[in-house]
């Protein structure tokens, strides 16, 4: 048998790059859960915005006087911050959910809980008061945002808000101007494996193109350029009837764990290749609240001896080649989509940006861990590309501030209906989409 020769130029070396992993915050290591409420996350929320508000107040409106709300005088400007509190006439209540079977009237389960008597309230340590104007619209925010407002307390007790302050971007490490050659992140979520719309075949010619085991010699140069991949959460999909609490039979255990071991070979192959981080998402077997937790290295056998496999938390912020990136499976923009309005997703993305908050509906809707003395959603440092896994569709933006930020925002749509995985160049924030398609057209 004659060997193979290979040529020499043909052979694509992969770019390398720098990595820096920076989940230590959304980390619950040290944190003990002694039962505590969920004050405290406002506490330390409201305490670090407030510096940051109360810091941009003088040259936001130099001539009037920052009160608390308990200080307010009637007719009198000020300024006033605190936490946003939004009541919902539809929003769901547990209470109702306990005596919907004795109810008359049939609960429903509405996509949005938007309702047009929603109104605001404005809350700090020393009072609350009921906000009125036009200015601030009950459509756009949402409980947990902290905001500045200019305004005045009317006669009947309500504060008249003339003009608000968000905390705008938050400051950015600069970016590095000698990234000459074009390198790529690849971001992907919404595997599913394991659900009816999964197709592996779809999911091997992804890993296949990652590899550079697919296309022409153009194309194998193309993937010798990506030099990291994030999966942004929902790699798989159990069988809901195997998961109702009850004991498995051995058949039904080897069931639920087919998922975890065909997700495991695919990122086997990837890993052998180029740098990989997994997040966990809503359907995975990791924790529920946020920050979710590393999926265990133990379900990744195949995977887990590799240096450059890594299960990461949820949110997820690391750097390559001094480009930050900062994302989540969704979870944060899926719930500010069910309590506010927006004319698409990539706003919902920005307004958290512009709020400094990654998930301002947690604690109150969006399940989060009780912390204490922080709150590690807050986002101190902007990035230059913020992602968001398991949306229904493409989409990206270019956001600048007013201190020259420039941050790419993304919206990643679920892989196992689109088939698509998208491509961040690290020298330009520029992105494309690379669709992988299993029908002979």
Not at 52 to 68: F, I, M, R
Not at 124 to 135: Q, T
Not at 152 to 158: D, L
Not at 371 to 398: A, M, S, W
Request: hydrophobic fraction near 35%; aromatic fraction near 8%.
């Amino acid at each position: 048998m004659e060997s193979m020769e290979i040529d020499s130029e043909k052979v694509h070396e992969r770019k390398q790059s720098d990595y820096n992993y920076l989940d230590e915050r959304f980390e619950i290591q040290k944190e003990m859960y002694r039962g505590q409420q969920y004050s405290q996350i406002y506490f330390a929320r409201l305490h670090l915005m407030r510096t940051l508000l109360y810091s941009l107040a003088p040259t936001w409106k130099p001539h009037l006087p920052v009160c608390k709300v308990l200080g307010l005088e009637e007719g009198k400007e000020c300024i006033i911050v605190g936490t946003l509190f939004k009541h919902m006439k539809l929003k769901p209540c547990v209470l109702d959910e306990y005596s919907k079977e004795r109810s008359v009237t049939p609960l429903v389960k509405p996509h949005n809980f938007m309702h047009p008597d929603d109104n605001l309230i404005l809350e700090d340590e020393s009072g609350r008061v009921k906000l009125g104007g036009s200015a601030l619209s009950p459509a756009i925010y949402v409980t947990g945002v902290v905001v500045a407002l200019h305004g005045k307390e009317t006669s009947a007790g309500e504060f008249f808000v003339e003009d608000v302050l968000e905390a705008g971007l938050p400051p950015q490490i600069e970016r590095p101007i000698d990234l000459q050659e074009d390198k790529y992140v690849l971001l992907l979520s919404g595997l599913c494996i394991g659900s009816k719309s999964a197709n592996p075949l779809q999911f091997q010619l992804l890993v296949d193109h990652i590899t550079g085991h697919l296309g022409d010699e153009e194309e194998q140069g193309l993937a010798a350029q990506i030099v990291h991949v994030v999966i942004a959460g929902n790699s798989v999909e159990f069988p809901r009837k195997l998961i109702n609490g009850q004991n498995l039979a051995s058949k039904d255990q080897s069931t639920l764990y087919e998922p975890i071991k065909e997700l495991d070979i695919m990122l086997n192959q990837i890993a052998a290749g180029v740098s990989v981080d997994i997040m966990p998402g809503l359907n995975d077997p990791a924790n529920f609240a946020l920050p979710q937790q590393p999926l265990n290295r133990c379900l990744f056998p195949g995977s887990a001896p590799y240096n450059t496999f890594r299960s990461c938390t949820n949110p997820h912020s690391f750097d390559v080649d001094n480009i930050r990136f900062l994302g989540t499976s969704g979870q944060n923009i899926d719930d500010l989509d069910k309590y506010s309005e927006a004319e698409s997703k990539l706003d919902f993305v920005e307004r958290t940006l512009r709020w400094r908050h990654l998930a301002p509906t947690a604690p109150n809707t969006l399940g989060c861990y009780p912390f204490t003395d922080r709150d590690p959603f807050l986002i101190e440092t902007c990035p230059h590309v913020y992602f968001v896994g398991n949306q229904d569709k493409y989409d990206n933006r270019l956001v600048k501030g007013s201190e020259g930020q420039l941050v790419r925002l993304i919206c990643i749509p679920k892989f196992c209906d689109t088939g698509i995985a998208v491509a961040v160049n690290l020298k330009n924030l520029e992105c494309h989409t690379l669709s992988f398609s299993t029908q002979i057209s």
